[in-house]
């Protein structure tokens, strides 16, 4: 705990940050007043097993506990709660993007810091869409994690500040650093189950130089390496400002494995051996089968070299891929820069005299109070600079935004779609699309036949009680409500929908369809009843007048045949339309069977009704049946096969009705 005394008098005002490492948790609380971050409390705790390789999460629950126990140690000396934390990214994966970008203003309008922070949000924007069109379609998706401007341009010539300037035109030349969205989501998972809440997120290298590096500084060509256990983070500064990151994944741990190799240790004892080299001279262990050790720091050292030198290597070629040639200084920090021999190392590798390779820490770092001795090294320098970089950036790069009540935080380094958001939750693209519903399938005649479900309803997107869709930009506690699309139904089908019905004829004033018997699945049937999927529908068609008559059971001897008011013949073919007329010796028309029976299911009973009507239509129906039409009782409601009828609808053999009232 720091012995400096103050008193928070607002929760709000409480600055935690934490340093979520491949080895270490760090985590760090104060507050900024008086343009000083005053320490009130810091904790170290290491992660009982590799938790992390490389900078990233592996064991979610097992860094989870370790961070919950770093939280409550300092809840503890603190006597307050911690609820809101800063965070940072190694550079793992790390992308890069540069990109200048100008925009033309009211020559009359004093510049801003909105119109500023516009220019800047435009720019990270135009490297998202670098990124996304860089990367394959397997690719993971990239965020924007941080950006630093290497220069402002004011009517096309630079200037440091543009804030309060007038002008035609503002640019800005900027520099944008991009991380897989596993590798922040893992952050965001552990944070979340430690019961903490993101207030701001970072890139190490970006939190490391901001304090490491002051800005008066970097008018020179200097490179900060961030060596950690998993990862090497690099950022490089020209011309004032920062120009590149880079990193490798070649740290630590790489020397804690060799120096296991060396002497039989398993990893834990060779990484206590490896922290205690730059503390101690001679150091006593005991290798896996018993073998006892005593041996210098020289003799340590100089039996790794070579990994040593292979990190020191790595580092230094990132370095002048990125620098182009040789910085004038390198700075180190991270706990595992302080190996010994291995700045002299990178001072050899990038042809730089050995004083221009040093170590930062704490020390170096301005407008601090309150670290404890033991943690004034340079495995506190990012620590720091996490907390800084929430104290200037908090909650500023990210979104909060509730899709159907649940809510997310978004990067806020492009305009946010609702495309975006359903990306970011995983959401199920095939839900969006409506499905149509399963086929019914019938045979007819032998012939297979197919008909299509229903078509279900479309995705329904709503954004603050609005309706949206997948392009709709969003902003800062938006709503988004998602209503998924639905599947069709199968079709309901029956008989006399399955069958002809193109092919009517007129006899003897009365029309005529010229389908014959029917049968389903082998049994002869004359309602229209409701189909089963696979029945087998028979049916011949009338094809001759001789066949029609045959069918009518009436005469087919001493007949005059009239088609179409001509004399024709029994064995004429029919088409649709024909007018018939059969006529007996002494020129009446033939009206045998002309009493014709008609069965229907009527509010559920099946009911045989006789008639001599040519057709029978619905209202018909009210002559039979016990229904008083005269005395309402409510809205009359008239179905036919579950369907709303109309009065002169005609009525086939097998139809359903259903006939009541409705209050």
């Known amino acids: 705990m720091s012995d400096f005394n103050t008193t928070v008098k607002n929760l709000e005002d409480l600055i935690f940050s934490l340093d979520i490492g491949t080895r270490t948790v760090i985590g760090i609380v104060g507050i900024y007043e008086d343009e000083k971050f005053k320490v009130l409390a810091s904790c170290v705790k290491e992660h009982n097993k590799r938790n992390m390789y490389d900078g990233q999460i592996h064991d979610i629950e097992g860094v989870t506990k370790i961070v919950k126990e770093v939280k409550e140690e300092l809840e503890g000396k603190l006597k307050l709660p911690l609820k809101r934390v800063s965070i940072a990214a190694a550079g793992r994966a790390l992308k890069t993007s540069r990109i200048r970008i100008d925009k033309e203003i009211d020559k009359t309008v ?23 069109e860089e990367k394959n379609k397997n690719d993971l998706k990239y965020y924007c994690i941080g950006y630093s401007v290497v220069n402002y341009y004011l009517d096309d010539s630079f200037i440091e500040n543009l804030e309060g300037h007038k002008g035609e035109k503002i640019g800005v030349d900027l520099l944008a650093t991009f991380l897989p969205q596993v590798v922040i ?24 130089i901001n304090v490491a590096i002051k800005e008066n500084l970097r008018l020179l060509n200097l490179a900060l390496v961030d060596i950690g256990a998993g990862t090497s983070d690099i950022a490089i500064t020209k011309d004032g400002t920062i120009v590149a990151y880079a990193m490798t994944a070649t740290a630590g741990d790489e020397l804690t494995e060799s120096l296991a190799r060396a002497y039989l240790l398993d990893f ?12 101690e001279n001679i150091h006593e262990f005991s290798d ?11 003799e340590i050292i100089s039996s790794i070299e ?47 005299p050995k004083e221009r390779v040093v170590i930062r820490d704490i020390s170096f770092i301005e407008n601090i109070e309150g670290i404890e001795d033991g943690l004034k090294g340079p495995d506190i320098v990012t620590p720091i600079g996490i907390a800084m970089e929430g104290v200037n950036n908090e909650y500023k790069n990210f979104i909060q935004i509730y ?16 495309a975006d958001v359903l990306i970011l939750i995983g959401y199920n693209p095939r839900n969006l699309i409506p499905q149509r519903g399963e086929d019914f399938i019938y045979y007819l005649n032998g012939e297979k036949k197919l008909v299509k479900g229903d078509m279900g309803k479309p995705a329904e997107i709503y954004v603050n009680g609005k309706l949206a869709n997948l392009n709709t930009e969003l902003k800062n506690k938006d709503f988004i409500d998602l209503v998924d699309s639905t599947k069709g139904s199968k079709k309901t089908l029956y008989l006399y929908d399955c069958i002809p019905k193109s092919k009517v004829i007129v006899l003897n004033n009365e029309e005529v369809n010229l389908i014959g018997e029917l049968r389903i699945n082998g049994v002869k049937t004359e309602k229209n009843t409701i189909l089963k999927e696979g029945d087998r529908i028979e049916y011949f068609e009338i094809n001759t007048i001789y066949e029609l008559l045959k069918y009518m059971n009436m005469n087919t001897h001493d007949v005059k045949v009239y088609k179409n008011f001509e004399e024709s013949n029994l064995y004429s073919k029919l088409k649709n339309g024909d007018i018939i007329e059969i006529k007996t010796k002494n020129g009446t028309s033939d009206t045998k069977n002309s009493q014709k029976e008609i069965c229907l299911s009527i509010n559920g009973k099946e009911r045989t009704f006789q008639y001599k009507k040519k057709e029978f239509v619905f209202v018909d129906i009210f002559n039979y049946i ?16 579950g369907r709303e009828a109309e009065y002169l609808e005609r009525l086939k053999d097998g139809d359903m009705i259903e006939v009541y009232w409705e209050n």
């Open 185 to 208: 989501d893992s952050l965001y998972v552990v944070v979340n189950r430690a019961g903490l809440e993101v207030s701001n997120i970072t890139l190490e290298p970006i939190a490391a």
């Open 268 to 279: 834990d004892s060779s990484e206590k051996l490896k922290i205690s080299l730059n503390k």
């Open 288 to 298: 896996i089968v018993g073998v006892k050790y005593k041996l210098t720091t020289e």
């Open 626 to 641: 016990d229904f008083d039409l005269s005395k309402p009782r409510g809205r009359l409601v008239l179905k036919l096969n």
């Open 110 to 132: 004093e510049i801003n810091n909105n119109m500023i922070e516009a220019l800047e949000l435009e720019a990270a924007q135009k490297s998202q869409e670098l990124i996304d």
């Open 403 to 418: 899709i159907n009540g649940e809510e997310i935080k978004v990067f806020n380094t492009e305009n946010i779609k609702v």
């Open 306 to 352: 070579n990994e040593i030198d292979k990190l020191a290597r790595e580092i230094s070629e990132k370095i002048i891929e990125y620098n182009g040639k040789s910085p004038s200084a390198v700075f180190l920090v991270g706990g595992s820069s302080q190996i010994p021999t291995l700045s002299e190392h990178i001072a050899n590798c990038l042809g730089l």
